[in-house]
């Protein structure tokens, strides 16, 4: 699988953190052709995957572990979100059902599948990649996967639900622009209070529906109206 060999899942995986195993449907089938799809009844476009051989394939994926949560990607499901990849990231084992063509029998569905959930409002034309993505979201949830153990908590929408704050890195200077003074100062107190505030910024910017749903200090309440003053200098004086 392309998550296991590289990058952060690939290292949760090294680290034993994570094991990943895959069942292809097609290795499930009886027939000659190994045939996992076939017309909708009703008529009308595509294939549709037949019940039987994702059921086989759930069998041996949830044999180990009959607890086993099992996810069926689809554009049809549950957004994803931190707080779920964090409530996936906490369980032993999950079983990720991946369709392709037009859909999959909704009986198998019906039986077999605790919760749907998608990445985002737009179609893709398997449910791999989607899974790909669920596998690397969980992955660098999981303890020492990631090189500086507070990395994930200080993703965005982790911990403090904002968007994180610009970063910057070497050289000081990149085709005129410079880094922050802030940030070279050696000050941790300004430093510190300057991120807090550039992340409630982007926040009220970019994601003003996260900044309605978190908890705000008395500090950050300070930070918050000096942005909305300087926007609202800014505006009066253009
Ligand atoms: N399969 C096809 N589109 C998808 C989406 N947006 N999310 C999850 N699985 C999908």
Redesign the pocket.
């Known amino acids: 699988m392309a998550v296991a060999g590289c990058g952060v899942t690939g290292r949760a995986v090294e680290r034993n953190r994570l094991s990943l195993a895959t069942f292809n449907p097609r290795n499930y089938t009886t027939d000659m052709h190994r045939t996992v799809d076939d017309r909708p009844y009703g008529g009308g476009p595509g294939m549709v995957m037949m019940a039987g051989p994702l059921d086989a394939a759930i069998d041996d994926a949830t044999a180990a572990d009959t607890e086993a949560e099992v996810v069926y ?3 049809q ?1 549950q957004t ?1 979100n931190h707080s779920i990849v964090c409530e996936l990231a906490g369980r032993k084992r999950i079983v990720l059902v ?2 392709r063509y037009e859909g999959v029998d909704e009986r198998l569905l019906e039986s077999r599948v605790d919760r749907e ?11 791999e ?3 790909m ?1 669920v596998i690397d979201a969980i992955a660098r949830q999981l303890p020492g996967v990631l090189g500086h153990s507070d990395s994930a908590l200080e993703d965005s929408f982790a911990g403090t639900g904002l968007l994180e704050h610009p970063q910057y890195t070497r050289p000081e200077q990149y085709r005129g622009a410079q880094v922050p003074a802030v940030l070279t100062s050696g000050n941790h107190e300004d430093i510190r209070l300057w991120r807090r505030k550039k992340s409630l910024e982007r926040t009220w910017q970019r994601r003003p529906d996260l900044l309605a749903q978190t908890e705000l200090s008395d500090e950050d309440r300070v930070l918050l109206q000096q942005i909305i003053d300087v926007k609202e200098t800014d505006r009066s004086g253009n």
């Open positions: 990607l689809s554009p499901g994803l991946a369709g959930i998608s990445i985002g409002d737009y179609v893709l034309s398997g449910g990649l989607a899974a993505v």
